[in-house]
């Protein structure tokens, strides 16, 4: 039986979501464009180098906030409902999404205010050109802080969702283990409760008042403070369904099944766990925090590392298992066996290979001293094209062909295109990210319109500049293509007639090492929630409470227009 | 649970993968010296930095010395380092151990200086403090590397390092000529 028969409710809220999701990932990619060849140099034509910060902004929420949160919540609501085997509570699940959706429409109409000259709306000017990290005191219009606690809530209200449809799965099956995709989604969405308290508290209880007037100064050290505290878990967040993928239905489309489950949970609640704890890393070089709390969130960092490298066994063996199913022999050559032009496999196997190269940028990041080479350089984007751009944005556009046709009853068409996409994808980040991990090195700053300075040149550590500019553009315009190409597919697959059979389904099979095997203790989401709230009580106690000790608005900054 | 002996050989290298990252690291700081930007720099009303009157030397930023040692205050405000941008370069001496003092006007900025490891941020209300020396004289890049606003990309200025002796030298000869400008000025009059 094909998923959207079964769960026909279910199915639509996913194409919404789904929909909307694609919308922010092609808007979203031409500001990528236009970025790419400007900061460049190869064509500053579309935006005066004032405006590129728009843009810059527009390409961060769309994609870093809109495109994820929506295509996480269609992928949770099709993984909880197949796994549970009942429809998603709807008018929760609605809610959110409209919810979501209304925040979406007001952050993005403050920040294209912007590129239209700021008109003053309620006493505001429209414009919102603070970047995805919003740091006060560069202040945006208040829409924008409230679009993004509305599309916060949302999330939050979706989550709710898949509880209460496990709590009515309990009650009718007491007593049974909570079903892997479930568990998964469960498990996350927990850490995004306890990560995002943070920016909800910096944009609600400061942010919002504070643009509209009603209280003159916050906290610039704080609010960053608040907002870190979530801007490292919301990688996770973003990372977490991208393993679910990967732990699920990647061995499947193999032609075997999951190594462990066991595992599987081990490895979610360990993210449970650390995903939190660990925001000082991106405050290395702040002042005005202890180096001591800088080093107890290095050290958790790096154990954060644990959860990755399981992973990275368990999909590889996962992987094999299904190759010599398939009849695969020899030590390497068992790679040649598996489906490379089926469009979803080869997708999720070439991000999750990328996602290995950016974990290893990302433990120079995590390097509390080496740090200090690559902070704020272009490195740091370079980094996170791999994690959000390609691990989570490549499984994402992979599993969508082989999702939506389950959503839809409709073969996917143009597989020509598909294909081919995650390779472009795959060579384009390959050109751009590498650039930018070496301009970094040499110290040319991201976000930048124009990384060229009067008074000194910089010098390539590892081939030059003018090479480096080169790919990065190329490189930007080929994910531009892979992009466009992707959206094709859905779109042409969107809007076809439902006839002949699917050649996929939603069954997972049973893993070789099943859940009988693991600790009943792993599903106590209790204990590990308590835990998870301990060790962030430890990390951020003691600095949130010598920042506050002075006044919650002091040392107070105004706002200041950008 | 059963594990599998092949993920528990891979389970002791990833810890012993981790524990070694962290070792690298403490050794970094505690024996190298790497020290991080913490919080001795203390705080300051961004407000009063704007106006000029917090009643220290970032009122005048500049290069002074302070208990034998050069220390560099410096403001960073929409879109330009007092001093650092333009005509007015950070001049500091080779082979000497320079503290660098920085604070904000108004919104976030970075202060970095490029292929060194002064990188810190800069943020209204509080006080970044890196210690640094050049070994090496010559013309350093200096950037903000953190958006400012609309005319970000233009906030970058340069660190001027000059041979010890010499530095003392110019150091005189600019106290010596703008001795010399007032003794004009108060001439004309």
Not at chain 1, 225 to 241: A, E, K, N, Q, S
Not at chain 1, 322 to 343: E, F, M, V
Not at chain 1, 527 to 545: C, E, F, H, N, S
Request: hydrophobic share 50%; aromatic share 12%.
């Amino acid at each position: 039986m094909v998923f959207v028969d079964s769960y026909p409710k279910t199915s639509k809220l996913v194409r919404s979501e789904f929909l909307v999701s694609f919308i922010a990932l092609g808007i979203g990619a031409l500001f990528g464009v236009i970025q790419a060849l400007h900061r460049t140099g190869v064509f500053r034509g579309f935006v005066s180098s004032a405006d590129y910060y728009t843009i810059l902004t527009g390409h961060g929420v769309l994609l870093a906030l809109v495109f994820t949160t929506f295509f996480i919540a269609g992928l949770f609501a099709w993984a909880v409902t197949n796994s549970l085997e009942r429809e998603l509570p709807q008018r929760i699940a609605w809610s959110a999404f409209w919810l979501m959706l209304t925040g979406t429409v007001l952050a993005a109409v403050s920040i294209i205010g912007g590129i239209v000259g700021s008109p003053s709306i309620l006493g505001h000017d429209l414009e919102a050109d603070v970047l995805f990290t919003f740091y006060a005191p560069m202040k945006a219009h208040p829409a924008f802080y409230i679009g993004a606690a509305l599309i916060i809530v949302g999330s939050w209200i979706a989550g709710l969702a898949y509880f209460k449809s496990l709590w009515e799965w309990r009650s009718e099956n007491p007593g049974e283990r909570i079903p892997l995709q479930t568990f998964m989604v469960l498990t996350t969405m927990l850490m995004w409760y306890i990560s995002t308290i943070g920016v909800a508290v910096e944009v609600v209880a400061f942010l919002i008042p504070w643009s509209l007037g009603l209280i003159q100064n916050v906290d610039p050290l704080l609010t960053r403070t608040l907002f870190w505290y979530f801007g490292h878990p919301v990688v996770y967040f973003w990372l977490m369904p991208a393993y679910l993928v990967w732990y699920t239905i990647l061995p499947k489309l193999a032609g075997g099944r999951l190594f462990s489950d066991p595992l599987a949970r081990v490895v979610f609640v360990a993210f449970l766990l650390l995903s939190t704890p660990v925001g000082f890393h991106h405050q290395y070089t702040d002042p005005g925090i202890p180096s001591g709390y800088k080093f107890i969130a290095m050290t958790n960092t790096m154990f954060l590392l644990l959860p990755s490298l399981l992973t990275a066994f368990t999909v590889v063996a996962s992987v094999e298992h299904g190759a010599r199913q398939r009849g695969a022999k020899g030590y390497l050559s068992w790679l040649r066996d598996l489906p490379w032009d089926k469009p979803a496999f080869a997708g999720c196997m070439l991000a999750g290979l990328m996602f290995a190269a950016g974990g290893f940028s990302g433990m120079i990041n995590a390097g509390m001293n080496i740090n200090y080479l690559i902070h704020n350089t272009i490195w740091v984007p370079g980094h996170f094209h791999l994690t959000v751009g390609t691990a989570f944005a490549l499984t994402a556009m992979a599993i969508s062909y082989w999702l939506v046709p389950q959503i839809t009853g409709k073969k996917l068409r143009q597989r020509g295109l598909a294909v081919f996409q995650p390779y472009v994808w795959f060579v384009g980040m390959a050109v751009m990210s590498n650039a930018m991990h070496r301009a970094g090195l040499a110290g040319i700053p991201r976000r930048t319109a124009e990384p060229t300075y009067d008074e000194f040149a910089f010098e390539g550590v590892a081939g030059t500049v003018g090479e480096m500019r080169l790919q990065i553009a190329i490189g930007g315009f080929l994910l531009f293509v892979g992009a466009a190409m992707f959206l094709i597919v859905m779109a042409d697959t969107l809007l076809a007639r439902r006839g002949g059979t699917l050649s996929v389904n939603s069954n997972i099979p049973e893993p070789l090492s099943g859940p009988d095997h693991s600790p009943r203790i792993l599903d106590n989401y209790k204990l590990w929630t308590a835990i998870a709230l301990l060790l962030i009580v430890i990390a951020y106690g003691p600095p949130l409470a010598s920042m506050v000790a002075d006044g919650l608005f002091a040392p107070g900054s105004p706002p200041i227009p950008v | 649970m059963q594990v599998h002996r092949f993920e528990k050989v891979w389970l002791g290298a990833a810890i012993l993968l981790i524990v070694g990252f962290i070792a690298t690291i403490a050794y970094g700081s505690v024996g190298v010296g790497v020290g991080m930007v913490g919080d001795s720099g203390g705080q300051i009303s961004a407000e009063a930095v704007q106006n000029g009157n917090t009643g220290t030397q970032f009122d005048d930023p500049g290069v002074v010395k302070e208990d034998g040692q050069y220390v560099v205050y410096v403001v960073a405000r929409q879109f330009q380092f007092s001093p650092g941008t333009g005509d007015t370069p950070i001049r500091v001496p080779a082979g000497e151990n320079v503290t660098f003092r920085v604070t904000s006007a108004d919104v976030v900025h970075g202060f970095s200086v490029v292929e060194t490891n002064i990188n810190t941020m800069v943020i209204p209300g509080q006080v970044s403090e890196v210690s640094a020396r050049f070994n090496e004289p010559g013309t350093y890049g200096l950037i903000c590397h953190e958006y400012c606003g609309a005319a970000h990309h233009t906030m970058g200025g340069s660190v001027e390092v000059v041979p010890p002796e010499e530095y003392d030298m110019q150091q005189e000869n600019i106290d010596q000529s703008a001795d010399d400008a007032q003794a004009q000025e108060e001439a004309d009059q």
